[in-house]
């Protein structure tokens, strides 16, 4: 009950009042009366969300958002939202993408519009998400919706991280129920929502399972030192996700509610002149120049092409529905990393090694269902980690 209590006002207001054992979908939201949000109880006892299975692509007749319809995807701009605005442009979808300010909108909307060709993709300025309506204007005319963006900050105070996360996500949904075109709504999380990555133990992972130990780091007492960072992020995926399920079981919308859950993501980046870089990227650019990278424990990643493509079938799939769908290729760590990238790159003479780490023995038991999905949406199965990390680097030469 303690480390809850020290959760801030915001946070209250996200979940309701704090409760003495969490459960693993986090406490929804009280209703506020000053906000004119939807009401949430809190007591709502939720069951983990039912599994299906199928998908399609291109050679398959249905669809459930018919193709030259408009999808929303948040923030368009980013690493993983960039890939998904290629795929849906690709397959014959209007895109419109939020980002935070009017640069993104000019860089996004150039770079589409010369790969695509013009009036397919339209770029919506939405500088803070967790305001009250923020997806009201960018979700009209919409039929499916991708919620990507995400505070990316390497915070380690949980209140400027987790706190606008999840009112960000559930300004989403609340704006996609108030669209009658919307069918489907896809949200990016995490593996971090169901598995901390500090652990390098071996456990089974499945869509029953749920990060806690990353909650109880993120809130407990302060200081908030920079050890915590991850664990914050970590948090703030497994509460919004939890949030939105949530959310989706007690307001019962007409929209499909499916969530993605890459781990590390490595791959192409579309527009080097102008993407930032994710953490993930920054520590394959450090081992390029021959630095020393940044800390991360034993994961796993999967490609952001094959990330994207899961989303499509997220959206697109009419069998896939209130589904955590798992993005996990295979398990890397420095070690594994550093040679990878020197078989690579010989001519780049990488010579700084870094402490083993361990190994993430995490066995993902649905990872196979994930792999099938991407089969069946034209892909060969999962991008391996060499060509993943060969792609990635390109933006680096």
């Known amino acids: 009950m303690e480390r809850i209590g020290r959760q801030s006002d915001t946070l209250k207001a996200v979940?309701?009042?704090p409760q003495t054992e969490p459960p693993p979908y986090a406490s929804a939201r009280s209703s506020v009366a000053s906000s004119?949000?939807?009401?949430?109880?809190?007591a709502a006892h939720l069951s983990t969300p039912p599994r299906l299975g199928y998908a399609q692509?291109?050679?398959?007749?249905?669809?459930?958002?018919?193709?030259?319809?408009?999808?929303?995807?948040?923030?368009?701009?980013?690493?993983?939202?960039?890939h998904i605005v290629a795929q849906l442009l690709e397959n014959g979808y209007l895109v419109r993408g939020t980002v935070r300010d009017s640069s993104k909108a000019a860089w996004t909307t150039k770079f589409f519009t010369d790969r695509y060709g013009g009036a397919r993709y339209s770029a919506i300025v939405v500088p803070d998400m967790a305001v009250q309506g923020a997806f009201d204007t960018a979700i009209r005319d919409c039929a499916g919706v991708i919620h990507v963006a995400s505070v990316t900050d390497l915070s380690p105070d949980p209140n400027l991280v987790v706190t606008p996360t999840i009112a960000g996500a559930l300004n989403a949904l609340e704006a996609a129920a108030r669209e009658p075109r919307v069918v489907r709504f896809v949200y990016t999380s995490s593996v971090a929502a169901s598995i901390s990555h500090a652990r390098g133990e071996r456990y089974e992972i499945s869509s029953h399972t749920w990060n806690m130990t990353d909650?109880?780091?993120?809130?407990?007492?302060?200081?908030?030192?920079?050890?915590?960072?991850?664990?914050?992020?970590?948090?703030?995926?497994?509460?919004?996700?939890?949030?939105?399920?949530?959310?989706?079981?007690?307001?019962?919308?007409?929209?499909?509610?499916?969530t993605v859950l890459p781990d590390v993501l490595w791959g192409e980046v579309l527009d080097p002149k102008n993407q930032t870089h994710p953490l993930s990227i920054e520590i394959l650019?450090?081992?390029?120049?021959?630095?020393?990278?940044?800390?991360?424990?034993?994961?796993?990643?999967?490609?952001?092409?094959?990330?994207?493509?899961?989303?499509?079938?997220?959206?697109?799939?009419?069998?896939?529905?209130?589904?955590?769908?798992?993005?996990?290729?295979?398990?890397?760590?420095?070690?594994?990393?550093?040679?990878?990238?020197?078989t690579l790159f010989p001519y780049r003479k990488l010579e700084r090694d870094v402490p083993e780490g361990g190994v993430d023995r995490t066995v993902f038991r649905e990872a196979g269902k994930a792999e099938a999905l991407l089969r069946k949406m034209g892909a060969k199965g999962w991008m391996g980690m060499e060509r993943s990390v060969e792609r990635t680097c390109v933006a680096f030469r």
């Open 15 to 17: 979940f309701g009042e």
């Open 36 to 42: 004119g949000r939807s009401s949430v109880s809190s």
């Open 57 to 82: 692509n291109h050679h398959l007749p249905s669809l459930a958002v018919p193709r030259g319809s408009l999808v929303l995807v948040t923030g368009a701009n980013s690493f993983q939202g960039m």
């Open 215 to 258: 909650f109880n780091v993120a809130w407990a007492a302060p200081p908030y030192e920079r050890e915590r960072a991850l664990s914050v992020r970590g948090s703030a995926k497994m509460q919004t996700e939890a949030a939105i399920w949530r959310w989706h079981e007690v307001n019962k919308p007409t929209f499909v509610l499916n």
């Open 285 to 342: 650019q450090a081992i390029y120049n021959n630095a020393i990278p940044p800390a991360y424990p034993p994961s796993h990643f999967v490609d952001v092409q094959d990330s994207a493509t899961l989303h499509l079938a997220a959206l697109l799939l009419p069998d896939v529905q209130s589904q955590r769908i798992f993005a996990v290729a295979a398990a890397w760590n420095m070690h594994s990393l550093i040679r990878t990238m020197r």
